[in-house]
């Protein structure tokens, strides 16, 4: 059993690092998540490595329990339905509006090993014919450099190119290397990858017509969640996008999207566009 | 409740699928190789096969061939299920009118996940 003066201490760097809350009871996933780093270290038990965190806070070390902490799973197409929106309704509407400028920017803000970004890709590159002369940007952003490596090689296990990949995306754009899976060049190129923290400032990122934050909000405090959803709405304009995850929502922690009627998980910048996207539906 | 025809020579990936399966509220029959496969289909076109590749009597390429030219035969969603994990037999099995493709080892979740994108669940 941990005590509760070091479960404190790794939930508050948790939560003063990444915005992460740990509840108590998640004890366990420190035991999963960091003994593997303390025998890693030559430490013996999860003990060991909590006072090697109270005794030294070495950076390094922060760092690596930060990001072992925050990586989540992530699969291809994760519950279609977003994507269906994404192609079907946040896309189209862009294609209009933005049709003189002929850009669009898309930040992935918790894009882990990179299955959103790149099922984001794929729609666009099967979309191709649409698209010509657009330059459309992904960027996908994760706390943790490690699973950002990993995005940028683009090797899958055959387990994870299993789960949401249709048999036909993975025959058209991924290539056997050994046991594991490489998404192709041309998909890998249409994503570029940057190590960030959403609770640093967003200034330098520039402006993004659609955002997905799916399942990130949910181990934030409510202050956290405002604050990150009201900064992101200042990158965005009036006609912009936002996909949060099928169980969040931004009812009671801010009114600066409006949420799409009739599509869970889907926001607009302003009550205009979200009917524009509504009408987009009916039609 | 849609059927599922589970056809492997293995009685122990039958009974798993079949777990998965009727928890997903099918309702199951089992073959036990390609021929018998097709002999259950000439009988009731299942609503999906799940299929094994390497069986014996009659592997899943030729059963799956075979069942396209019989009478009924497009109908099925034929999801192959099998350790056959290079690109050369996925593109063969697509090639020959397969929906899905599952690479053993396989769980509940990719069962599930598969079955979602060809509109079966």
Known sequence: MMRSEDFELISGLLKQRSGLILPKDKVYLLESRLTPIAHKRGLETLDDLVNEVRLKRKEDLLVEITEAMTTNESFFFRDNKPFDLFKDFALPQLLESRAAKKKIRIWCAAASTGQEPYSLAIILKEMEAKLAGWNIEIIGTDLSQEVLDKAKVGLFSQFEVQRGLPIQMLIKYFNQVGELWQISEEIRDMVSYKKFNLLDPFTLLGSFDIIFCRNVLIYFDQPTKSDVLERMRKLMPDDGTL????????????????????????????????????????? | ????????????????????????????????????????????????????????????????????????????????????????????????????????PFDREIIESKFVQVGLL
């Open chain 1, 243 to 283: 996909f949060l995850g099928a169980a969040e929502t931004v009812l009671g922690i801010t009114d600066k999207f409006k949420p799409v009627q009739g599509q869970r998980g889907l926001y607009s910048t302003t009550d205009a566009s979200a009917e524009v996207i509504e009408k987009l539906r009916a039609s």
């Open chain 2, 1 to 104: 409740m849609k059927s599922c025809l589970v056809v492997d020579d293995s009685k122990i990936i039958r009974k798993v699928a079949r777990r998965i399966l009727e928890e997903l509220n099918f309702d199951i029959q089992e073959a036990v190789d390609g021929q018998d496969a097709l002999d259950n289909c000439k009988g009731s076109m299942p609503d999906v096969v799940l299929l094994d590749w390497n069986m014996p009597v009659m592997n899943g390429l030729d059963f799956l061939k075979a069942l396209r030219k019989t009478e009924g035969g497009t109908e099925p969603v034929v999801v192959f299920c099998t350790t056959e994990n290079d690109m050369s037999h996925i593109s063969a099995a697509i090639s020959a009118g397969a929906d899905e493709y599952i690479m053993k």
